[in-house]
């Protein structure tokens, strides 16, 4: 079975239209038609059931998606093994990150990673979808929180982190060794929108062992955009104390720990299980699981 006809098939499974998929592979319309008919004659089998304009994916196209994807990332995975064995020192990571992590504290590693691995490009996506990211093979490596234990992913814890009342240096609450859940209810307080993790994490928390919802006055996306906020005295915000590990971060502003019932977020490094691991991956896994372990 021609690889290529297997990465014909699964722009069509994507698509579900001959036409973008021609486009997006770069041929012509009736060049892809012929090659998945001649594909379903080798299978003896149609793959997609054509119902006017709508094109459907029969069962055995569903289950060619399947296999067919293990088949391209194992071709994918020989290739990067072979140019790997040609040369230890080239090719690209891809590593998913939380926002907030990649924003404050993964910097350092990067540029020690470049140092040791200049040709290698690195890239560093910002995503709450690590997981997903993984598993569509999006993105090499995932830092992410950590999830009930999958047959297709290796997966490491890393460490365990509370959340703290992060302040500016001039409220009447800098001072406090520590706070109480109940305390967070009446604060006026920046965080990330509903649906974010982090922001979830903290309202479930409040939610079940305090009996209220947090009230925001302000609401970003980004965790610069929060400490920038927190620094000008909008408000206060509810973050990992690792946010302010670099002294530029801490800056004007104070973290408090939360003594009873403290939100928590559990890490991990995840990737394929039957993924191709090269030695800058390797290395790069190792470098992530002690900087995340301390």
């Keep these: 079975m021609d690889t290529r006809h297997i990465q014909y098939f699964m722009a069509v499974y994507e698509h579900l239209h001959f036409t973008k998929a021609a486009e997006s592979l770069g041929i012509s319309q009736p060049t892809l038609s012929q090659q998945i008919r001649v594909l379903e004659a080798e299978l003896g089998m149609p793959l997609f059931d054509r119902i006017g304009k709508q094109v459907v994916a029969t069962e055995a196209g569903k289950l060619l998606h399947v296999h067919g994807g293990r088949m391209l990332l194992a071709e994918q995975d020989a290739k990067i093994a072979i140019r790997e064995l040609m040369s230890s020192a080239r090719g690209t990571v891809r590593l998913g990150v939380l926002p907030s992590d990649l924003d404050f504290q993964l910097v350092p590693l990067f540029i020690h990673f470049n140092s040791e691995y200049p040709d290698v ?94 009230s925001t006055v302000m609401e970003t996306s980004t965790a610069i955009s929060l400490l920038q906020l927190v620094r000008a005295g909008v408000g206060a915000t509810i973050q990992p104390g690792s946010l302010l590990k670099q002294a530029s971060m801490r800056a004007d502003i104070v973290a408090i720990p939360i003594s009873d019932h403290a939100p928590m977020r559990h890490l991990e490094l995840i990737y394929g299980s039957e993924r191709y691991i090269s030695g800058a991956h390797s290395q790069l896994a190792k470098w992530l699981i002690d900087f995340f372990s301390k």
């Design 121 to 214: 490009q690195l890239q560093a996506f910002s995503t709450i979808h690590i997981l997903e990211e993984v598993l569509s093979n999006r993105v090499d490596i995932g830092i992410a929180l950590r999830s009930p234990r999958d047959s297709r992913l290796v997966q490491i814890p890393l460490r365990s982190e509370p959340y703290h009342l992060l302040v500016h240096s001039s409220s009447e609450l800098a001072g406090r060794a520590s706070i109480k859940l109940r305390e967070l209810e009446h604060l006026s307080l920046v965080m990330y929108p509903q649906g974010f993790i982090g922001r979830d994490i903290v309202e479930k928390v409040c939610r079940e062992q305090g009996g209220f919802r947090l």
